[in-house]
């Protein structure tokens, strides 16, 4: 891991110091694995009912009321869906971080 050292000056009156971080390459291996780990829950640990409705809702950016009417639901009924999802899934990453 590379660290910098960086300065920086407000108004010559303050000298702040910090370390700069290259986070990069640990990110993206980090990233690509909570991606495979996520489409994994999401294509077996979610509900069919479940996984329509999370889909819908943040991959095509649907609102909550047009996949209730689509479904014959209630809009809290799709919420509810919604909620159980995420924190299925949240579990599911917690487990592996």
Same mark, same amino acid.
């Given at each position: 891991? !590379?660290?910098?050292?960086?300065?920086?000056?407000? =108004?010559? &009156? /303050? !000298?702040?110091?910090?370390?700069?971080?290259? *986070? !990069?390459? #640990?990110? &993206?291996?980090?990233?690509?694995?909570? $991606? =495979?780990?996520?489409? *994994?829950?999401?294509?077996?640990?979610?509900?069919?009912?479940?996984?329509?409705?999370?889909? &819908?809702? *943040?991959? $095509?950016?649907? +609102?909550?009321?047009?996949?209730?009417?689509?479904?014959?639901?209630?809009? +809290? #009924?799709?919420?509810? /869906?919604? $909620? +159980?999802? &995420? =924190?299925?899934?949240? !579990?599911?990453?917690?487990? *592996?971080?």
């Amino acid at each position: 891991m !590379r660290h910098r050292r960086i300065s920086i000056t407000e =108004k010559n &009156e /303050h !000298r702040l110091v910090y370390f700069d971080h290259d *986070y !990069r390459e #640990t990110n &993206e291996n980090d990233i690509a694995k909570m $991606k =495979k780990i996520l489409n *994994y829950a999401i294509a077996n640990e979610l509900t069919d009912r479940q996984r329509y409705c999370i889909c &819908e809702h *943040y991959l $095509k950016g649907r +609102s909550m009321k047009n996949i209730a009417c689509e479904l014959n639901l209630n809009p +809290s #009924t799709v919420t509810r /869906h919604i $909620k +159980s999802a &995420e =924190k299925r899934l949240k !579990r599911i990453a917690d487990c *592996y971080c």
